[in-house]
């Protein structure tokens, strides 16, 4: 497919991921981006740190540049462009210049879809965000600036509405947070989330775990309605998660998933094979589980990218999925995961033990460091490690990274405890912590 | 053995873990460890920390008392015991009272022999130090405070050499590094140590690449004579390594290695049955070449301690080996490795390649991060990781730590690109500088 036309609906990480590698893989095929909004490239996990103000410029959330991706990578990038219907019959895909009014069709060789995730908004109004991409971050970083908002409702107590509570509070904002569920954090069991829920508390963000609805109140601000009880802020965030943007590719006749996205095989085609898609619309498969998830992430939105630009463009790649392995940063506390919870471990590994130990970031004579506490969960019938949950203020993140190569490598707790990791001591005790943690599930192992 | 008698040879890493987890394993047997200095379970690596200031306590550095030991764990401990001689015939060690000078011959069921090692120390003199344990330490801290050196030489430009010249720097003197070989930091290849070297050489730490001998002067202070010319310092150290104390051990029977240490099998018992060996006394395999070396470390004479414990008082563990995983803080530049370096991947895994990749510790657009620089090694016949290693300021320990999983379980590049590892801005980039120098040694892989 030398000269092929190689189609791509959306620019952020799966989208140029996939047109750079594409690149990299054909020097000669002709490369088109269609992207809705007037971003590209953009790192939306960087948004609650603009919002906070730790990061100044929002364009240094930008990778790479339209003039880059045009100059250096021979890639045309359409913005301000939404696709509006995929022809698979006649592998065109109409599109809609949203200045101009245009409409066009684009025909393709080979189609990457990689339209993101929507989020889900059940409330809008004046004094109501949600934080998606580039244009929410601007618009909602254009009220904070001029309207001076002194407290703020967060609706949802997942990763995102928790950062973004974070830079509420870093802004001096009173904040609370409205959670439906039992436990804030879903995909961490209590052990983790519910000190996460103390040391918010500890630092002046309010938890209510009640359903709530937000509306604009008639004397500005909004009212947030939750448990029969009306509060009013001057703001709210709604952070109720996000949905696959599958639309698209579902009236093109591509088969979507259980958990609502576009499905794939492993090397990113749709059940129609000129049609490839990538990133926060499709669903991916969890290597511990088995089962396909819904999980948008910028890291598998990167490697899906990387990986159906590879194929599209004549390349041969492979992406098997993934582990949920995920982290965030509260208030300068990370808290992060992997593998399955305790309570997603339930079937297929007998019987399920946890255990939940504290150690030092740091060796214990060595000042500065802090304390890390970690949950590992494990098949007591087998030894195999099937998840692990920490927090704490360093050394976190990367610590659940070692442990999520054990877990994607179904290794046993014995086994692990043998692995031959560093010791400095600004850096980790002689037993890491993930080692002192894996040692206390082998005590309990062998019970 | 409910009632044995485990006799143990030193007080330190190895021969404390060693105890804890006997008793652990056996509530009734009588443990007695000897230990000729007046200190014991002492984290011999914070010592350079100790003498730079930054930890003020050196009794911090003891991680358990002589007293908890007795009083909580039931262990009889004898300092300034000095083991003379191991009759295996008939099982009993003769041992040197240091105080009264008192001889006594202690019997045993099982023996385990802790002996650590001894510092290569061609040099003696009055203004010419070493630092292998807190005697060392307190010693040099003594000397310091009361003579304030303004310059010092450091004779060996491995790890140790270069943490005590860091920790001599950070006093504020000056400080002149000799080592003998082409580069400093052994262990490391050159696309490391060579930027280390401009790293101290930008923090006035000189660095001079001659095989260096020293001698109290008779104006005070030391000649370091090297390369044909003498040089004048206030003090020295010497931190040309350490060789297995394994002379005991040799004299009682027990096998020795080539690389000088005590040989064992995975339960860490000698080739005399009931006699086992642990920690800096021993040698241990390499997992990755399969070969015997001596690699003197904190971790693996914790682990080979708790191991000798567990199977002389009649439990059931092994060890099976290490793949020289360890880091060290230089200025606080850190500087950490794992597997096998690209001089000792010569045999055995057919066409050997490398590469060097640059990345940031932090999402780029994150304010505070700093330049990670790591080397990959690989066989380019079989796609597997053989070695890595990294220097940077943050982040580098626990990330060499991933990679010693990948190694440890003998992953192939392709596998290992494909992990999901997280990111959150604060911590890493999407493309984790270990994912980015996998694929960036991918694309090697494929030339």
């Not at 993101?116 to 934080?131: A, M």
């Not at 009306?230 to 979507?256: N, R, V």
């Not at 007998?350 to 060595?366: C, H, K, L, Q, T």
């Amino acid at each position: 497919m030398s000269n092929g036309q190689l189609l791509i609906i959306g620019g952020n990480a799966a989208g140029m991921s996939a047109a750079s590698q594409a690149r990299r893989a054909n020097p000669d095929i002709d490369i088109t981006v269609v992207e809705q909004s007037p971003y590209i490239s953009t790192a939306h996990c960087g948004l609650p740190y603009y919002i906070s103000g730790e990061i100044k410029d929002i364009n240094s959330l930008t990778a790479r540049t339209k003039e880059y991706f045009e100059d250096k990578r021979n890639v045309k990038v359409l913005t301000m462009t939404k696709a509006l219907r995929i022809v698979s019959s006649s592998k065109s895909v109409e599109t809609l210049d949203l200045r101009s009014g245009t409409k066009a069709a684009l025909s393709y060789s080979r189609l990457i879809i990689a339209a993101g995730g929507d989020v889900v908004q059940p409330y809008s109004g004046k004094y109501i965000f949600s934080l998606r991409n580039t244009q929410d971050g601007l618009s909602l970083k254009k009220f904070i600036d001029s309207s001076h908002p002194m407290n703020a409702a967060v609706i949802g107590g997942g990763m995102i509405g928790l950062e973004m509570a974070s830079s509420f509070r870093k802004l001096g904002m009173k904040v609370t947070v409205f959670e439906g569920s039992p436990a804030i954090l879903p995909g961490f069991d209590t052990e983790i989330s519910a000190p996460v829920e103390r040391y918010l508390a500890g630092h002046d963000i309010k938890i209510i775990k009640s359903k709530a609805s937000a509306s604009d109140s008639a004397s500005g601000g909004v009212d947030v309605s939750a448990g029969g009880r009306s509060h009013h802020y001057d703001m709210a965030l709604i952070a109720l998660g996000t949905k696959a943007a599958a639309q698209l590719a579902g009236a093109a006749g591509c088969e979507l998933g259980a958990a609502g996205g576009v499905r794939t095989n492993l090397k990113m085609q749709t059940s129609i094979p000129s049609i490839y898609a990538a990133g926060d619309c499709i669903e991916v498969k969890n290597l511990i589980s088995g089962k396909n998830v819904y999980i948008p992430l910028g890291t598998t939105a990167n490697k899906t990218g990387r990986v159906a630009g590879i194929n599209a463009a004549g390349g041969d790649a492979v992406f098997h999925g993934i582990i949920a392995s995920a982290a965030g940063n509260i208030l300068n506390m990370t808290v992060a995961r992997t593998g399955l919870s305790e309570e997603e471990a339930g079937d297929g590994f007998g019987e399920i033990a946890s255990v939940v130990s504290e150690s030092a970031s740091r060796a214990d004579y060595y000042p500065g460091g802090s304390k890390i506490t970690s949950k590992l969960i494990f098949s007591k019938t087998s030894g195999q490690l099937l998840g692990a949950q920490m927090m704490g203020k360093e050394g976190v993140a990367k610590r659940i990274d070692i442990l999520a190569v054990c877990i994607q490598q179904k290794m046993k707790l014995r086994d692990i405890a043998g692995l031959d990791l560093t010791y400095a001591p600004p850096e980790a005790p002689v037993w890491d912590p993930v080692l002192k943690a894996v040692n206390t599930a082998l005590l309990k192992l062998r019970k």
